[in-house]
């Protein structure tokens, strides 16, 4: 979703629990499309909460891709794919959501493709769902040069992330 800025605060929303067609706005007073009949759909109040993007991620790769690894800023007002993009502090790299919808490491030419690319030097062994890079908690993959080979010592953490012997705390 392209130029769509979120927050951390929860907000009101409706579910639509019909197959019919979606509200055409959504609001705290559970608005419904003004065209067509709407006398079956159905909706219910949910609260929820948008996560916004980290502004800093570290990325660790000790076994291999190593000028992948160090920290990458969020480019504002960016967006690789729909979802959020970040750039390499000290280096020429790109953490994106590839195609595949899967977090991804990739060099200068992913950029000048923007970002049409399934995979990457690095990246998600599994499709990650919408989770920013620093909450999927799935084994991630590096390119050897000739295949992807899984690297349960790649991760990825944002800086304001909170560890308890050296695993990541979230809260959900």
Avoid at 115 to 132: D, E, N
Avoid at 138 to 159: L, P
Wanted: aromatic share 6%; proline share 6%; net charge negative.
């Amino acid at each position: 979703v392209t130029g769509v800025q979120t927050c951390a605060l929860p907000i009101s929303c409706c579910l639509v629990t019909s197959l019919q067609s979606a509200p055409s706005e959504v609001s705290s007073e559970h608005s419904v499309p003004s065209t067509g009949d709407t006398s079956d759909l159905q909706t219910a109040p949910v609260e929820m909460s948008v996560q916004t993007p980290p502004q800093v991620l570290r990325v660790f790769s000790p076994n291999g891709r190593r000028e992948c690894a160090g920290k990458y800023d969020l480019v504002l007002d960016e967006y690789a794919n729909g979802l959020p993009l970040w750039k390499q502090r000290n280096g020429k790299h790109w953490l994106y959501s590839a195609t595949s919808s899967r977090w991804c490491i990739g060099g200068p030419d992913v950029q000048e493709d923007n970002f049409a690319r399934s995979a990457g030097y690095i990246s998600q062994a599994a499709v990650h769902k919408g989770l920013m890079p620093d909450r999927v908690f799935q084994t991630w993959q590096r390119w050897d040069g000739t295949r992807s080979v899984k690297d349960a010592s790649i991760t990825i953490t944002s800086e304001d992330q909170q560890t308890v012997d050296g695993q990541v705390v979230i809260n959900i």
